[in-house]
């Protein structure tokens, strides 16, 4: 925006009248609404818009759960920065980390299923996290990229998967499975 003057006259420098004139477009939330700028921002996450989803392989003990939620919760915010909020502070004025805007929903399913899930995520082109059997063998980012590469999408074994996406698309692709217990 600009701020051009509109009184102002050579022999008058005192005015202070002021328009505010709007050099582009409007940038829109998904239903046409002005977008949120950073004083703006709402305190709450429209449910209605996207959805995380955690799916876990139900025979896991508690243990692997625990890391593999971990893993791939962490994989969605790399993938997506705006998933995540501003940082916290204490009213004794410690900072703490920021954290995902929105719930992250954690289901579970047997192995068929949650091959079904991982199979309609990426067919619907959601961003997609997984967690294979084999890493929990090896150390290191490198060696677990290395043993997604070394196995074809369909002979994964998957333990968990991660799906972030519209709402309604999230939902779908997760069909078969049940919330967490």
């Known amino acids: 925006m ?3 003057p509109t009184d102002a006259t050579p ?4 005015s202070t009248d002021t328009r ?4 582009g477009p409007t940038d829109t939330g998904p239903r046409g609404e002005p977008a949120p700028g950073p004083a703006e921002e709402p305190a709450r996450f429209d449910p209605r818009a996207t959805r995380i989803a955690v799916v876990l392989r139900e025979d896991l003990p508690v243990w692997q759960r625990l890391n593999v939620t971990a ?4 994989g969605l915010a790399g993938a997506h920065p705006g998933l995540i909020g501003e940082p916290y502070e204490d009213a004794d004025g410690t900072r703490y980390a920021a954290m995902f805007r929105q719930p992250v929903v954690v289901r579970e399913a ?3 299923a949650l091959r079904a899930a991982h199979r309609r995520a990426v067919d619907r082109g959601l961003t997609v996290a ?4 084999d890493l929990f063998a090896t150390g290191n980012d490198r060696d677990n990229r290395a043993a997604v590469r070394g196995v ?4 994964l074994d998957l333990v968990g998967l991660a799906v972030h ?6 939902d779908r692709a997760l069909k078969g499975t049940r919330m967490h217990s």
């Open 2 to 4: 600009i701020t051009t």
């Open 11 to 14: 022999t008058d420098t005192t």
């Open 20 to 23: 505010v004139t709007d050099t």
């Open 71 to 74: 893993f791939l919760s962490g």
């Open 110 to 112: 047997d192995g068929e």
């Open 130 to 133: 997984v967690f294979t059997a």
């Open 152 to 155: 074809p999408r369909d002979r």
């Open 165 to 170: 996406g519209p709402r309604n698309a999230v």
